[in-house]
């Protein structure tokens, strides 16, 4: 089993940062592969960022290429989501997610263990 926590949402205004941090514990941490999705209101879950065991690989919606940053720390057991540049359109609970089967995954069904987001809202 992994327990995984987030934290770092917030209301912040366009044009904004904001860093997303999710904690996990339970299962060697260097083996899992990490997540970070979203769920904007009426609007079905999405990924944002992944990245692979080791960190190496990393892929992200087209929606944050080149604003969202993910990075994984093995060492404290934790993910991070950078967000640059932030809108109203990035409005979403945020949810950390965690496989330990594959080195990467890309979709939802392939992540097991779930945390219980994070609001971040983006307004002016």
């Known amino acids: 089993q992994v327990q995984l926590v987030e934290s770092g949402g917030e209301l912040v205004e366009p044009g904004d940062s904001l860093r997303l941090s999710c904690v996990a514990s339970?299962?060697?941490?260097?083996?899992?592969?990490l997540g970070w999705f979203r769920q904007a209101p009426e609007k079905e879950r999405e990924l944002v960022a992944a990245?692979?065991?080791?960190?190496?690989?990393?892929l992200y919606a087209d929606s944050v290429k080149g604003r969202f940053t993910i990075s994984r720390n093995n060492a404290e057991n934790t993910v991070i989501l950078l967000m640059n540049n932030l809108t109203p359109e990035d409005t979403a609970i945020y949810y950390c997610?965690?496989?330990?089967?594959?080195?990467?995954?890309?979709?939802?069904?392939?992540?097991?263990?779930w945390g219980r987001g994070t609001q971040v809202t983006v307004s002016s």
């Open positions: 997610a965690a496989d330990d089967v594959r080195p990467i995954a890309t979709v939802e069904n392939e992540y097991p263990y």
């Open positions: 990245t692979s065991w080791s960190g190496g690989s990393t």
């Open positions: 339970g299962r060697g941490f260097s083996n899992l592969a």
